[in-house]
């Protein structure tokens, strides 16, 4: 037995070898770590942090400030010697970072306020802004005079990352450190699911994440250089509310990484080996919680992964939790041991989605279950918190006024009541003039305003009643902005009518949706519309710009796309061919917008009629979803789909929708998947010109996928000019879509996921070559001008067989959506 022992000790011992070497073999493509305002180069552990020197500064011309050798610095997790020196920033500065890899990103920003050499920078006294990408990471910022290390996690999808420095008005700004440095891919989930009913997933792709606290149970610290990502995890005894029914344990030696769990990217070994657990030892049948409570800002969602690693000797089958943040429950009987192939000291992470509203605080608690032959614990390994930016890609507080009125709220109570005492005096008086004055007017108005109601069809003062939708354009205005509805300006026709292009009384050139006249065939895909497009804004989603429901008339204006239909660019006109990197940008944008629809509300928004004379391109060629008449909301938290009639367009249709008439996510999804081919093969998606067998596209790419010959479907146009990887996963996405069945489709955000990645993969092996396209000129249809764009680079692909390469795509193994 003994020797048992020993033996499955030296294997423990080679195998956290084995992975601790693994662990160092992960070297972030990007790697950016500089000391301000030093002169040298500084080192920290086994890392160096470059003098910044001014060569990532936009203006080479701002100070440095250093520590009197006489005043101590506070000792710092991440290194003491990199708050000695301080970089001055007195007006607007860049720090720019070229990007070798897409995708997330730490940014670690260093400031301690020392008592620079310098009298006249007071660093304690400093104030102002941080943001990076579009985000604002910090506003109107004031450094603590201890150490602080503010940590940010930002999905990068460019070739440069630009973080800007605004000091405040008469202030300056600094910085003792600065990292930008690449994560692990797995660190960071697509979505997550949110904890409130009802249970949606939470998009995390394009947000920006902030840690507010990344914890370690056990009561011990693990420091960054133990960390591959370099993370501070601190202990969590200061955040236990309760500490009289608690044990810490160590046991390091059972953490058993498996194949096919978390990583030591996900969470170092000194994590997983230590826990916070439930003191049982006096009352082994109690039914208690563990909790930890966390100050956090109101009116921002919160990322929180909570990690479990069971290093208690006893069958892993037998610890069954219940986990909660601030009492909603996170997971009901959860049993850990199954959810690890019951391997003892196997790691194991969950992640969920919360929004704080009022008090500022989150508490996580876990407790133990009543579930049969539970075991009465209850154990934490680690836990993060990460705050998701808003909508307004903001980081700090949704208003600022509310935090500033509560903080000072019990000072001012006086001087509220008598103002309110003073206020109410002068709007009695203000409002027995205005009702005398106003119904002397009431009796002039109302009969002008009869008289225009008596010439209203019934329809038109009762279409919105129950509406508070804005942007009502009277049709004169309409009228005039399309010459009258002239024929020269029609620039669509499509089932609900004609789509004229116009221009309003400022300037604004408008797209004008025209029902037909006379007809309330599309009343309700009118209504639909607008009442859609007034619930959301979004970049790759086509603005409603307003609507007119005079005289029988279903009339709405959307902002004015130059580059038309995507469809119009792939056949059936003589526009310029989009090159490849244009059609994936398209496809990424497109994706964008249908993900905006499923996952920005409490229900998804299903789009229902997803094709490409549905995808608009605006002058710069970036894509907008359009047409949303026949959009609908998805199921309730507890369906699994909306049982509707089948509506759409042909071709397009899920097959699963069309038989069951079960509309769900999945649905945007299939449509979207004949999209992509569509893109990829340049033709219609019913074609009944051609040959039998090659009508359907569907049909067609399917029964050429079976034979492992897809190079007829490929646009001649691209040929030769596309990178075999990318062209590869994009085709592997495309056909994940059109899986029979709903459930065998990845969802849209994966779908995005994918199609960012084949992007980045058409950058890589790549020649530059002057962009070859005969027919790239001006072309002028309609009054509406359209230029070629190409970005003038293609795959080297001369002399492949594209044949072989599908032939290969098809043999393979089939992988999960990455």
């Known amino acids: 037995m003994e020797f048992d022992r020993y033996g499955l000790f030296r294997i423990w011992v080679m195998s956290t070898m084995c992975l601790m070497k693994c662990s160092l073999g992960f070297e972030p493509k990007d790697n950016y770590l500089l000391d301000c305002g030093s002169p040298k180069n500084?080192?920290?552990?086994?890392?160096?942090?470059?003098?910044?020197?001014?060569?990532?500064?936009?203006?080479?011309?701002?100070?440095?400030?250093?520590?009197?050798?006489?005043?101590?610095?506070?000792?710092?997790t991440y290194g003491s010697s990199l708050l000695t020196t301080a970089r001055i920033l007195n007006k607007t500065s860049n720090f720019t970072f070229s990007i070798n890899q897409h995708g997330r990103h730490f940014i670690r920003l260093y400031f301690f306020p020392f008592n620079s050499n310098i009298q006249i920078y007071n660093l304690s006294s400093s104030k102002f802004s941080v943001s990076a990408q579009g985000f604002t990471l910090l506003k109107d910022f004031k450094p603590v005079i201890t150490p602080t290390v503010k940590e940010y996690s930002l999905n990068i999808t460019s070739d440069k990352l630009v973080i800007t420095f605004v000091p405040s008005v008469n202030s300056f700004a600094f910085v003792n450190a600065l990292e930008v440095v690449s994560q692990p891919d797995e660190l960071i989930p697509i979505s997550v699911q949110t904890v409130e009913l009802p249970r949606n997933n939470h998009s995390?792709?394009?947000?920006?994440?902030?840690?507010v606290a990344r914890i370690n149970m056990g009561n011990q610290t693990v420091y960054p250089d133990n960390d591959t990502s370099w993370r501070l995890w601190s202990s969590d005894g200061p955040f236990i509310k309760q500490n009289s029914f608690i044990r810490f344990v160590s046991n390091i030696s059972a953490v058993n990484y498996t194949e096919n769990g978390p990583s030591v990217d996900i969470a170092p070994l000194s994590v997983y080996g230590t826990v916070t657990k439930l003191d049982t030892q006096f009352n082994p049948v109690a039914l208690l919680n563990n909790t930890w409570s966390f100050n956090v800002n109101p009116g921002f969602s919160y990322f929180v992964r909570f990690h479990f690693c069971d290093i208690i000797e006893r069958p892993p089958?037998?610890?069954v939790l219940n986990i909660y943040l601030n009492s909603m429950s996170v997971?009901?009987?959860?049993?850990?041991?199954?959810?690890?192939?019951?391997?003892?000291?196997?790691?194991f992470f969950l992640d969920?989605?919360?929004?704080?509203?009022?008090?500022?605080?989150?508490?996580?608690?876990?407790g133990t279950s009543l579930a049969t032959g539970a075991f009465p614990?209850?154990?934490?390994?680690?836990?993060?918190?990460?705050?998701?930016?808003?909508?307004?890609?903001?980081?700090?507080?949704?208003d600022t006024r509310i935090g500033s009125f509560t903080s000072r709220s019990k000072q001012k109570v006086w001087v509220i009541a008598a103002s309110a005492a003073g206020a109410l005096l002068v709007v009695v008086v203000l409002g027995c003039l205005i009702f005398i004055l106003c119904r002397r007017k009431v009796k002039k108005s109302s009969n002008a305003g009869h008289?225009?109601?008596e010439n209203?069809?019934?329809?038109?003062?009762?279409i919105f009643s129950k509406s508070k939708i804005g942007y009502r354009f009277p049709l004169t205005a309409i009228q005039e902005a399309t010459h009258r509805f002239n024929e020269s300006l029609v620039i669509g026709i499509g089932g609900f009518g004609k789509v004229y292009k116009g221009t309003l009384f400022d300037g604004t050139k408008v797209a004008v949706k025209r029902g037909a006249p006379q007809s309330h065939q599309g009343l309700a895909e009118f209504q639909t519309e607008i009442e859609m497009l007034s619930q959301f804004r979004h970049r790759h989603l086509v603005s409603l710009i307003g609507y007119c429901d005079e005289r029988d008339e279903m009339i709405i204006i959307y902002e004015y796309m130059e580059n038309g239909t995507l469809k119009n660019h792939l056949y059936g006109s003589d526009l310029p061919k989009l090159n490849w990197r244009q059609r994936l940008e398209i496809c990424i944008g497109s994706a964008k917008g249908l993900h905006y629809l499923h996952t920005s509300s409490s229900k998804a928004i299903i789009h229902r009629d997803v094709k490409s004379a549905n995808i608009l391109l605006d002058e710069n060629f970036m894509a907008k979803v359009a047409d949303f008449g026949l959009s609908k909301n998805g199921p309730e938290f507890d369906q699994s789909h909306v049982s509707t009639a089948v509506k759409g367009s042909f071709g397009y249709l899920d097959p699963e929708y069309m038989t069951r008439q079960q509309l769900t996510e999945k649905s945007d999804v299939y449509s979207f998947g004949v999209v992509m081919f569509e893109i990829l093969c340049g033709r219609p998606v019913i074609d009944p010109s051609r040959p039998r067998g090659m009508v359907s596209l569907v049909e067609w790419v399917k029964e050429l996928q079976k034979q492992g010959d897809l190079e007829k479907i490929i646009d001649p146009y691209l040929v030769g000019k596309m990178n075999m990887e990318s062209l590869k996963k994009f085709v592997d996405i495309a056909d994940k879509c059109l899986a029979d069945e709903g459930i065998d489709r990845p969802s849209i955000g994966n779908v995005l996921w994918s199609l960012e990645y084949a992007l980045q993969l058409e950058g890589i092996d790549t020649k530059t070559v002057q962009a070859v396209n005969d027919s790239a000129k001006n072309h002028v249809e309609n009054g509406v001008s359209s230029t070629v764009v190409s970005d003038g680079s293609m795959g080297d692909l001369d002399g492949i067989s594209m044949s072989r390469v599908f032939s290969e795509m098809v043999k393979g193994d089939k992988q999960d959506m990455r």
Do not use: C, Y
């Not at 209203?456 to 009762?462: Q, R, V």
């Open 331 to 347: 997971a009901k009987d959860l049993n850990i041991g199954k959810k690890i192939s019951n391997i003892w000291g196997a790691p």
């Open 451 to 453: 008289s225009t109601q």
């Open 317 to 319: 089958s037998e610890l």
């Open 456 to 462: 209203l069809s019934p329809n038109e003062s009762t």
């Open 42 to 76: 500084t080192s920290v552990g086994d890392r160096i942090f470059l003098s910044d020197d001014n060569h990532f500064l936009s203006n080479p011309d701002q100070e440095s400030v250093t520590a009197p050798n006489s005043q101590p610095i506070l000792s710092s």
């Open 352 to 366: 969920a989605v919360t929004r704080v509203s009022e008090n500022g605080m989150i508490n996580v608690s876990i």
């Open 204 to 211: 995390l792709i394009t947000h920006a994440l902030e840690t």
């Open 377 to 398: 614990e209850s154990i934490l390994n680690g836990l993060e918190i990460m705050k998701i930016s808003n909508s307004e890609r903001n980081l700090n507080e949704v």
